[in-house]
């Protein structure tokens, strides 16, 4: 029986049996493989590092779409840089925007998720409303006039073709494709194991934002307890909206969900003690 042994970190890896291996090949960017899991459902990995799970995958892009969506409130056109196995363009295409444009570095991702991973995008490439750019994400916010009412980078880790996406100067250039009032969120990592990654973003990513902070949810298949996204507006009421507001918001949408609600939504952005340590500079 063939295993997965991750290779995110030097020291400790976790591992995943591989009941049935769909496709593995090296792309022009990346080592993809997808493979089934008898607890986890089929898996995606690039360069050795787990993506997403059909397991799991809704808490992930159900809190890195809805917080910032719901938060905005009417948000017409979206900016995901990444996210090729279509499953935050799905919970994005939930809300009543007008259009979204994806942009995805590697045309294999999004061919072999459509393919092999169905569930995550459920249809969404085929909406009329999206506008599907096969570039470097950094290119794109660096060349484009086009502007945006939220911004989501569901990026890899910063390492190979995801490493880009965490520079300042990436922020720099997201930043000024976001329209005023927009909202911009990040895939941060975990913080228990990457907690240099929170201080590296908030000191490249706040001198952008009047407001920057992080929020988090547990992301079972991502070792390590919480996963951290991180945060920004010029407008700081945006992340700590009225309760009510929130609440109204959801139910008018009538959109479902498996882990979002307003209630979880207010609760992400408090953060554990030893994440308020490390951006601190605590040991």
């Not at 799991?56 to 948000?75: C, T």
Request: net charge negative.
């Amino acid at each position: 029986m063939k295993h997965f042994k991750e290779t995110l970190y030097d020291s400790i890896c976790q591992e995943f049996r591989i009941d049935k291996l769909y496709f593995e090949h090296k792309t022009d960017f990346q080592h993809l493989m997808i493979f089934h899991n008898a607890q986890l459902g089929r898996v995606m990995t690039l360069d050795g590092v787990v993506q997403t799970t059909e397991a799991d995958e809704f808490i992930y892009h159900e809190m890195m779409a809805h917080v910032p969506l719901f938060a905005h409130g009417n948000a017409r056109r979206v900016l995901i840089i990444g996210g090729g196995d279509g499953g935050m363009l799905r919970e994005v295409l939930k809300h009543p925007v007008k259009q979204v444009t994806q942009v995805e570095i590697d045309q294999a991702v999004v061919d072999m998720a459509k393919e092999y991973l169905p569930g995550h995008s459920a249809g969404g490439y085929e909406d009329p409303r999206l506008n599907l750019v096969i570039a470097d994400g950094m290119d794109f916010v660096r060349e484009s006039n086009e502007h945006f009412d939220v911004i989501i980078s569901d990026s890899t880790d910063p390492i190979g073709p995801g490493e880009i996406l965490f520079t300042e100067n990436f922020y720099a250039a997201a930043k000024r494709c976001l329209n005023e009032g927009g909202i911009m969120v990040t895939q941060n990592g975990v913080p228990f194991f990457q907690p240099d990654e929170l201080r590296t973003t908030r000191q490249r990513m706040a001198p952008q934002f009047e407001d920057m902070g992080f929020y988090c949810a547990p992301v079972p298949t991502y070792y390590g307890g919480f996963m951290a996204f991180a945060w920004g507006s010029d407008n700081a009421s945006l992340r700590d909206i009225d309760s009510s507001v929130l609440q109204a918001r959801f139910a008018a949408s009538g959109i479902t969900t498996r882990y979002y609600n307003p209630g979880i939504h207010g609760a992400a952005f408090a953060l554990p003690q030893y994440m308020i340590d490390a951006l601190d500079g605590a040991s």
